[in-house]
């Protein structure tokens, strides 16, 4: 089964700066779709970025980029300037290729932005 | 347009009883997953749902049951409540299958007595 790992369950950042978070995953296929969530107090669950297996280059979204490292199994997420608005929970997410929803969550990192 | 709407959003059960969650998702989207977030367990699948049909199920007891209507809009059932199921549960929503992002709704917070 697949399993997704976040080994920092929380993380700070000063205001303007940048902050990376891990997500180490485990699985033996070899097209399959990693994704971060932010999820802020209001609860809903944001997609923040997304990355095909298949794709070499990182993925980036504005001020969001990941570290797709797909020997070493790893996908970190690179928040850059950070802002007030970033703090939230954020979620590392596997997704299998084939069609299904089911998406494997890790534990989440708990990022504060501070000014 | 409407997001993922999900009611109630916050209920309160005592054990032995059951309950029933709704999730209406975008206009236009097909597809409608829900998954259980818990302090502890962190957020997992429980089931999905395409054109009315479940196509896969997360590993939770039969006391967890599930349906999607002709409109889309999904139910999810939980019979003999235990303290345990205590949790956010979360609907989300895609157009088809594996196409397009995928939508959250804030989900509805059931606490168990």
């Known amino acids: 089964a697949q399993t997704v790992t976040q080994s920092q369950p929380e993380m700070s950042v000063q205001e303007a700066e940048t902050v990376t978070l891990s997500c180490t995953y485990d699985?033996?296929?070899?097209?399959?779709?990693l994704f971060w969530y932010k999820q802020p107090p209001s609860r809903q669950m944001i997609l923040v970025i997304r990355?095909?297996?298949?794709?070499?280059q990182n993925a980036t979204e504005n001020r969001f980029s990941v570290n797709f490292q797909k020997a070493a199994k790893s996908f970190s997420l690179k928040i850059s300037d950070s802002q007030l608005g970033d703090a939230a929970m954020y979620f590392c997410?596997?997704?299998?290729?084939?069609?299904?929803?089911?998406?494997?969550f890790g534990k989440g990192t708990k990022l504060t932005v501070n000014p | 347009k409407a997001g993922v709407t999900q009611t109630p959003r916050y209920l309160i059960k005592t054990r032995g009883q059951q309950v029933t969650l709704s999730c209406s998702p975008i206009?236009?989207?097909?597809?409608v997953s829900w998954y259980q977030q818990t302090p502890g367990q962190g957020l997992q699948f429980l089931f999905e749902?395409?054109?009315?049909?479940?196509?896969n199920k997360g590993n939770f007891p039969g006391r967890f049951s599930g349906r999607q209507f002709s409109n889309s809009r999904s139910e999810m059932n939980v019979s003999t409540l235990e303290l345990g199921d205590s949790a956010l549960y979360l609907c989300?929503?895609?157009?088809?299958?594996?196409?397009?992002?995928?939508?959250f709704g804030e989900g509805s917070r059931l606490t168990v007595l």
């Open positions: 749902y395409f054109s009315e049909t479940q196509r």
């Open positions: 990355q095909e297996a298949y794709k070499q």
């Open positions: 699985t033996s296929e070899s097209d399959y779709y």
């Open positions: 206009s236009g989207h097909r597809s």
């Open positions: 989300a929503s895609r157009y088809r299958v594996g196409t397009g992002e995928l939508f």
């Open positions: 997410a596997y997704r299998a290729q084939g069609g299904s929803e089911k998406l494997v």
